[in-house]
């Protein structure tokens, strides 16, 4: 059973960001810190359309909440959460939003760094790019 | 033995539907690829796939057993 910090989410992000980060609070908390990914509108010079995320959810939120517990153990966390989007999103849409709160600025910093990267290795999501050109395509790996 | 096997991104654009029920005999992980992957033509070989049973990452050539959900992983791009 997970813990519940990540959250596969199939509606506009926006509003849960706006509560979840509303939340994280703690009076020990020096330093909150936030990486938002976003729909860019090219990839390696390909203009992009929009986006489809696609997730293996029970396992996307159960690896997903591992990632987040050994970022709250290497960095000493006070809190971490994550929240990923599936579905259709246009550019500029936030994809996924993770938050980290901690006592000083290197280990939050630290801790958003270390999430972000492992979510591009380990959590089952995928990402389909639909091109201004008509294509589209399933992105394989890390980009 | 039954197992049901789930697919995402281009392997599900080649099968054709998000998860089915598979009949095999005693056999791994590995073996349950090759047998699909006859059937459908899957975009990605084996090499570039992990998989999944009950929704964990588990080795190739752990034996399956009767009842297990099993997923081929393609080279995730989420964040």
């Known amino acids: 059973m997970g813990t519940g910090r990540f959250r596969i989410i199939d509606?506009?992000?926006?509003?849960?960001?706006?509560?979840?980060?509303?939340?994280?609070?703690?009076?020990?908390?020096?330093?909150?810190?936030?990486?938002?990914?976003?729909?860019?509108?090219?990839?390696?010079?390909?203009?992009?359309?929009?986006?489809?995320?696609?997730?293996?959810?029970?396992?996307?939120?159960?690896?997903?909440?591992?990632?987040?517990?050994?970022?709250?153990?290497?960095?000493?966390?006070?809190?971490?959460?994550?929240?990923?989007?599936?579905?259709r999103l246009e550019i500029g849409e936030p994809a996924v939003w993770i938050g980290v709160l901690a006592g000083h600025r290197d280990a939050s910093f630290g801790g958003c760094r270390y999430v972000i990267d492992e979510i591009k290795q380990r959590v089952p999501i995928w990402k389909r790019e639909y091109y201004m050109d008509g294509e589209s395509d399933w992105i394989q790996g890390a980009g | 033995m039954r197992i049901e096997v789930l697919y995402f991104a281009s392997l599900r654009d080649a099968s054709g539907v998000e998860q089915e029920s598979v009949e095999m005999p005693e056999g791994d992980a590995s073996q349950l690829f090759d047998q699909l992957n006859a059937r459908h033509g899957f975009a990605l070989p084996r090499e570039r796939l992990r998989v999944a049973v009950n929704s964990e990452f588990a080795d190739w050539h752990r034996p399956l057993t009767d009842g297990d959900e099993v997923a081929f992983i393609p080279p995730v791009s989420g964040g």
Request: proline share 3%; hydrophobic share 45%; glycine share 8%.
């Open chain 1, 11 to 87: 509606a506009a992000l926006a509003p849960h960001i706006t509560r979840a980060a509303t939340r994280m609070e703690s009076a020990a908390a020096g330093a909150f810190s936030v990486f938002e990914g976003r729909v860019r509108n090219e990839h390696r010079g390909r203009a992009v359309l929009r986006l489809d995320y696609q997730a293996y959810v029970p396992m996307a939120e159960s690896e997903g909440d591992k990632v987040l517990a050994e970022a709250i153990e290497r960095f000493g966390l006070l809190d971490a959460v994550c929240l990923h989007r599936v579905g």
